[in-house]
């Protein structure tokens, strides 16, 4: 019998430190809107084969992803092309649980919930709703998401973090304003983030290492906290 990677773990998330704020990819992950659905072929089987591989076709803003500038900025830099630093931050989070179907998240809501310009530079900047955590298997996902408002978007491109991350839409869709005007500063986005409401509101780091696709304007990434004991 194959040995369990987990063996001997430990089991609380205070003890272990790490919360993984991935969205679960699979072929029931739910596309944006006019993107293709994720598909999983198998090449080999390991009944037939004795390996297993898999052809994955899926668009690179499906699941938990990294937006860079070059998406909606001619000039802006390509996700293979953003230092690597950027990625591996000090974190703050915003608890803004209030946040119902189809919300609009405005600066008021986030200055409520504890936001300042000071600790958001340079800093990775989560804004909690807990929305994709309800409804991330649901067709209701992005039809009824919360969405960040346009001053808030303005106030947090001039705070310049190093990114934002985000468990809602940054825009609703055209004409991708909020998304020009934070990628414009150079903010990365870090979208279709879950259990942000976990995490406390400081004293811990967050690991957003995107797959170095060359020349993409995004792409799939692995999102952990990085949390120390003393701060649970």
């Keep these: ?19 993984d704020l991935t969205m679960p990819m699979s072929e029931r992950t739910i596309p944006f809107p006019g993107h ?92 909690a709703t807990g929305w994709t955590d309800r409804a991330w298997q649901s067709e ?23 990114a934002l991350g985000l468990d809602f839409a940054v825009d609703r869709g055209a004409p991708w304003a909020n998304h020009t005007t934070l990628l414009g500063a150079e903010v990365v986005l870090i979208e279709n983030l879950m259990g942000l409401q976990e995490l406390p509101p400081a004293g811990f780091e967050v690991i957003a290492f995107p797959q170095r696709l060359a020349g993409e304007s995004a792409a799939p990434a692995r999102v952990v906290a990085s949390i120390p004991r003393d701060v649970w």
């Design 1 to 19: 019998m194959a040995r369990s990677l987990a063996h001997n773990a430990p089991t609380s998330l205070a003890e272990r430190g790490l919360v």
């Design 36 to 127: 293709p659905p994720t598909e999983l072929e198998r090449l080999h089987r390991f009944e037939e084969d004795r390996v297993r591989s898999t052809i994955m076709r899926s668009s690179i803003h499906t699941g938990t992803h990294v937006d860079a500038p070059s998406r909606f900025v001619a000039d802006g830099a390509s996700i293979d092309e953003i230092p690597i630093e950027r990625f591996w931050r000090p974190a703050v989070s915003l608890r803004l649980s209030d946040a119902g179907a189809g919300a609009t998240i405005d600066l008021a809501r986030l200055e409520a919930a504890g936001y300042s310009p000071a600790t958001a530079t340079e800093a990775i900047l989560l804004l």
């Design 140 to 162: 209701r996902l992005f039809d009824d998401m919360p969405v960040l408002a346009r001053d808030a978007a303005v106030a947090i491109a001039a705070a310049r973090p190093a």
